[in-house]
């Protein structure tokens, strides 16, 4: 279970850009979402990576962290930023509604 409870209001999407999140490059960046903030009774990981040099966060064995093992070898790839928000919120907020 998650140590803290996701939520998609306008606060919490405001305090999550406000924190820095989904910003940055290399070590410097924060996913969206973390493997504390989304339930889960399946797989997650986190791993080091070593191109980043920072802590990856994956919800998803079979996709996210096969394609991430996938782009850690490739030479073509030099940042790897996972969780990525959609944003600008009313971009995302007119996705939702369609």
Known sequence: ??????????????????????QGHFSEYKPWLTVHD??????????LGWKSGRLHHYLS????LARYYQMEWSEQEIDIREQFPLLPLDKTL???KS
């Open 61 to 64: 064995e079979h996709f996210e």
């Open 94 to 96: 007119y996705i939702d």
């Open 38 to 47: 989304v339930p889960s009774i399946g797989i997650v990981t986190r791993i």
């Open 1 to 22: 279970m998650s140590k803290i409870r996701s939520s998609n209001s306008i606060a919490s999407i405001q305090q999550k850009i406000k924190e820095g999140r989904g």
